[in-house]
């Protein structure tokens, strides 16, 4: 399986950890990762852009999906962000010729030009759609059996579900809970999974983005979760990053490990923690690594 590789901004950035997370687990499940098609791609504009300037995030978007799609290749990506914003982009753009034809009429200055055939699919999908349940299941060499995990989906692999196509793949609604399911370890379902993690609002109201990530790890912790495991990146960012800060505001030690999903993966497919880069979170995951028998 090869796919046209595109990270997003935070894979190489404020996270690398995933990044480099990605690579590892991909080796083992026979997933090529093309970055090349893809190195000029810009930023999907995070669903800010959007807001400010439709026309020019579409553009954007309409630019990353021709890369892709000049390639040849499938395109997958890491972050649910971009799965998101490139989603509804390409629900536009498809629905409307004209406006897509006037969109390549600005890439036509780029020498690019694209037809609609781009699909964009998160790595997430891509496991269960493509790798498929069962193969990933006879790669596991480490179950994390009485590991209980917390899935947290964040906004924009969930919702619009039109434009993430939910009707024609409705396993992606659970997606998560599969995969957690697949590499022996216990689904802790809770009210908050598919909530906003409060990223969004972090630089307008910090004091109620913070208090999002409170309510959520504290009920995943009350509700016997090891650790939280989310897709994507900013929902990491946040809840792993502001967790101490939402701590003193609730009051009360939380300590709940973050986990990106290539991280979780990688457990089960018996990839050292370091190479995962299990110790450049800020929540500690020295205790959860301890309790599935493994050293940090």
């Not at 004209?98 to 781009?118: F, H, K, R, T, V």
Request: aromatic fraction near 6%; hydrophobic fraction near 40%.
């Amino acid at each position: 399986m090869k796919y046209a590789f595109y990270p997003g901004c935070v894979a190489r950035g404020a996270a690398p950890e995933l990044f480099q997370s990605t690579m590892e687990i991909c080796k083992v499940l026979g997933i090529e990762l093309d970055y090349e098609p893809m190195r000029t791609a810009s930023c999907t504009g995070s669903g800010i852009l959007q807001e400010k300037n439709l026309r020019l995030a579409d553009t954007l978007n309409a630019r990353n999906l021709a890369l892709a799609e000049k390639s040849g290749l499938p395109l997958l990506t890491i972050c649910s962000t971009c799965q998101g914003v490139m989603s509804q982009a390409n629900e536009r753009l498809k629905a409307d010729p004209e406006y897509l034809a006037s969109i390549n009429a600005d890439l036509a200055e780029e020498g690019l030009e694209y037809s609609g055939n781009a699909e964009p699919k998160h790595l997430l999908w891509v496991l269960v759609e493509d790798v498929g349940l069962e193969k990933l299941k006879s790669l596991v060499v480490s179950p994390l059996t009485g590991f209980k995990a917390a899935p947290f989906y964040g906004c924009y692999l969930v919702r619009p579900t039109s434009a993430l196509e939910f009707e024609a793949h409705p396993e992606r609604e659970d997606s998560l809970e599969r995969v957690i399911e697949a590499l022996g370890a216990s689904v802790v379902d809770f009210p908050g999974k598919t909530a906003c993690c409060g990223f969004p609002i972090l630089t307008i109201n910090e004091k109620n983005s913070v208090k999002m990530v409170a309510n959520h790890t504290i009920d995943a912790k009350d509700r016997g979760a090891d650790a939280m495991v989310t897709p994507c990146p900013l929902c990491h960012l946040n809840l792993d990053g502001f967790q101490p800060q939402a701590a003193a505001a609730a009051a009360r030690p939380i300590d709940m490990p973050i986990l990106h999903l290539p991280q979780m993966l990688g457990l089960a497919l018996g990839i050292a923690p370091k190479a995962l880069r299990l110790n450049n979170h800020i929540m500690s995951t020295k205790k959860m690594l301890s309790e599935v028998a493994l050293s940090p």
